[in-house]
């Protein structure tokens, strides 16, 4: 099926599209201190060595769930001294 494009006065067939000679590259991670406290991770490599050493995994961001934050208890004391009532949800 041939395929058009509009250039503003008339339905033509787009240029032909060129295809890249060279592989797509991806750029290595930044050093970074672990999170885990064993010091600095430089790369992809060492990122995935670190994790199999201690036994975690990344968290898919569908995974975490926020909690409500907790209000200190000075908040409710505010409020009631000026008459604001909260319902909790």
């Given at each position: 099926?041939?395929?058009?494009?509009?250039?503003?006065?008339?339905?033509?067939?787009?240029?032909?599209?060129r295809t890249s000679a060279a592989p797509m590259i991806?750029?290595?991670?930044?050093?970074?201190?672990?999170?885990?406290?064993?010091?600095w991770v430089e790369g992809?490599?060492?990122?995935?060595?670190?994790?199999?050493?201690?036994?975690?995994?990344?968290?898919?961001?569908?995974?975490?769930?926020?909690?409500?934050?907790?209000?200190?208890?000075?908040?409710?004391?505010?409020?009631?001294?000026?008459?604001?009532?909260?319902?909790?949800?």
């Amino acid at each position: 099926m041939t395929r058009y494009v509009w250039n503003g006065d008339a339905w033509v067939e787009p240029a032909p599209r060129r295809t890249s000679a060279a592989p797509m590259i991806q750029s290595d991670l930044p050093a970074y201190k672990s999170p885990l406290g064993t010091g600095w991770v430089e790369g992809r490599a060492a990122r995935r060595e670190e994790m199999k050493r201690h036994s975690v995994r990344e968290v898919d961001p569908s995974e975490f769930r926020r909690s409500p934050p907790v209000e200190p208890a000075w908040v409710a004391d505010w409020r009631a001294d000026r008459g604001i009532v909260r319902d909790k949800p």
